[in-house]
Nanobody, 117 residues
Framework: QVQLVESGGGLVQPGGSLRLSCAAS????????MGWHRQAPGQQRELVASIGSSSTSYLNSVKGRFIISRDNAKNTVFLQMNSLKPEDTAVYYC????????????WGQGTQVTVSS
């Protein structure tokens, strides 16, 4: 069982940047696919970005603005968010899954990101 703890959320003005971090406990972190999801009020949760051992993928609306990365030595995954827009406002969740499954089995508690002037 992997435990995930997010940090780095907050209030930022449009056009600003934030960096989210997700620290994972447990062993074998390097084999998990890690993802950042978000959920805005009244909307469904959506996958923003994911990273495997050598590949990344992004939601179309964040391509070119967000960068997902991981540090396997520190069991941490990051989401660098640049050129933030009000529509990026949401609770952001870190999650993990096996590379052999499509089910995100472990979730963090979430961190609020608010983009507003």
């Amino acid at each position: 069982q992997v435990q995930l703890v997010e940090s780095g959320g907050g209030l930022v003005q449009p056009g600003g940047s934030l960096r989210l971090s997700c620290a994972a406990s447990g062993s074998r972190f390097n084999i998990y696919v890690m993802g950042w999801h978000r959920q805005a009020p009244g909307q469904q949760r959506e996958l923003v970005a994911s990273i495997g051992s050598s590949s990344t993928s992004y939601l179309n609306s964040v391509k070119g603005r967000f960068i997902i990365s991981r540090d396997n030595a520190k069991n941490t995954v990051f989401l660098q968010m640049n050129s933030l827009k009000p529509e990026d406002t949401a609770v952001y969740y870190c999650a993990s899954r096996s590379p052999f499954s499509s089910v995100w089995g472990n979730w963090g508690q979430g961190t609020q990101v608010t983009v507003s002037s």
